[in-house]
């Protein structure tokens, strides 16, 4: 072997035994992506959209996710431009027309309230299939970092209003698409996972 391949052999076990690698320059640096913080700025202050529609809310669901928890209002046909909502912390939940107290479990009480009824507005009957004071049915919270306690409150007036226990007030924020109201809640203020 010539001195040139010794040269080149001696600096390749050295760069081997270091541990240095090339990355393509376009990489991320692993430190970059073991700490993406997660999005926090929505804050814990109301949020409000005034809309209404007549087409009513069939479902509610729940969602588990890096950085948040998620509650999904399904109102199916109703476009985006036509959903309304007010989504407030509360001291406690009450239904709205009797006053009643609703008991939430957890730190703090999300109120939320989608302006479209839980019931057909030409009959009457109900097509979301909750009771008031009652948990909302199909939604288990177990597991959930943020989550505690869901209730629905009823339907008044052609507003749904709902029932969210969370951990402790956090910050949350309210996204629409057609048919759907969602409301995310971080897992923490600083936005670590």
């Known amino acids: 072997m010539g001195r040139k391949s010794r040269s080149w052999a001696a600096l390749l076990v050295a760069v081997t035994a270091l541990g240095v690698t090339t990355l393509p320059a376009d990489a991320a640096p692993v430190a970059a992506v073991q700490s993406t913080a997660c999005p926090t700025g929505w804050g814990s202050l109301a949020k409000t959209r005034t809309a209404g529609t007549t087409t009513p809310v069939t479902n509610v669901r729940t ?3 890096a950085c948040y928890d998620r509650m999904v209002i399904d109102i199916p046909g109703a476009s985006r431009s036509h959903l309304g909502y007010s989504v407030r912390y509360v001291s406690h939940l009450y239904q709205d027309g009797s006053g009643r107290l609703i008991p ?4 703090a009480v999300l109120e939320v309230r989608v302006t479209a009824p839980s019931y057909d507005p030409d009959t ?4 979301y299939p ?3 004071g009652r948990s909302l049915p199909g939604v288990d919270l177990t597991g959930y970092r943020t989550f505690r306690d869901t209730r629905f409150a009823g339907s008044f007036e052609g ?3 709902l029932g969210l226990g969370v951990r402790a007030r956090l910050p949350f ?8 109201v969602i409301v995310d809640v971080a897992h ?3 936005g670590a996972r």
């Open 63 to 65: 969602g588990r996710h």
């Open 104 to 107: 939430v479990g957890g730190g």
């Open 124 to 127: 009457g009957a109900p097509t």
């Open 130 to 132: 909750a009771k008031p």
């Open 159 to 161: 507003d749904t209003q």
């Open 173 to 180: 924020r309210v996204l629409l698409v057609d048919g759907h």
């Open 188 to 190: 923490n203020w600083t």
